[in-house]
């Protein structure tokens, strides 16, 4: 008798057990970022997919925080790079040095040798500096005087720009914008959180009782079975109506990338797996469309930037028909 093949698809037992450990990592952030469920969900979903994230926000609410925060939860290192002007390539990746004692040229790391990288007000350095960060956010590698070295896993740059200084910046260039999973943003507190934040930082940080909830190699693991979480043909040729439709809209010079389409099914899975689900569906693709694709659009000279690129896609959401029903795997 035949045995039967696996499914490469997660159960539904599966799928409560990765999402049960990726809510742990979201109790152990918001016991440091408080106010900002949405802001620090999102931030989990981008470690789930496996992408980078940018944070762009006014200083002083918390990015760096953030970041280090989720490092100390998944019990992963952290390096801080700080973007100026003066900043060069060898400053992030690393360089070759001549070893007398021993007579050879040697490979000295540079701080992107970590599990997560914060990469401060990354705007603030000139393109070429920013160039170097981009084979090790596609590849997960880094290239020096020719030969390649792998980065730790998991990797994960979290960049920060403020958007409100623009003297003495560089704009992103658009092939390092399509690398970053989403933008996200932090914003003010409420008046009652901000009140709660002076009182658990008036004697100690909270940073420092965080504890971590899981190894970087189970968060590889988890990384792993997100993929496994089943999308229909239907539903994914809706996600991909979605990002076409971007192409061809009249205020758009420049649309989403294939690479945004496998962004925003990987962004789609992890949703649906923090839902609660083992199954995506085209709300999920839905709720995932514009943090993962708001960014990446280049548009004509009559957009007017971030708020325009949104309205765009909510437009482009209402247009495309969503498919019904069949989105279990049979």
Known sequence: ???????????????????????????????VILGKSET??????????????????????GKTTLARAIAKAIGGQFRRIQFTPDLLPADVTGSVIYNQARGVFEFHPGPIFANIVL???????????QSALLEAMEERTVSVEGESH?????FLVIATQNNIEMVGTYPLPEAQMDRFFARVSLGYPSPEVEAQILESRQLDSPLSQLQ????????????????????????????????????HHPKVMLGASPRASLTLMLGAQAHA????????????????????LAHRLMLRSDGVGRAQAETILREILNQIPVPIGGETPV
């Open 1 to 31: 008798m035949a045995q039967e093949t696996p499914t490469p698809w997660l159960s539904e037992m599966e799928a409560h057990a990765v999402a049960e450990q990726a809510r742990a990592i979201i109790r152990a952030v918001e016991q």
């Open 40 to 61: 620090v969900r999102m931030m989990v979903i981008g470690l789930l997919s496996g992408g980078h994230l940018l944070i762009e926000d006014i200083p002083g609410v």
């Open 119 to 129: 990469a401060d007000e990354i705007n603030r350095a000139t393109p070429k500096t």
């Open 150 to 154: 792998p980065l730790p896993q998991p």
């Open 212 to 247: 971590p909830v899981l190894t970087p190699e189970r968060l590889v693991e988890l990384q792993h079975q997100t993929r496994r979480v089943y999308i229909s043909p239907a539903v994914r040729r809706y996600l991909v109506d979605v990002v076409n439709a971007t192409r």
């Open 273 to 292: 797996l923090l839902s609660d689900r083992y199954y995506v569906t085209p709300d999920d693709v839905q709720q995932m469309t514009i943090p993962v």
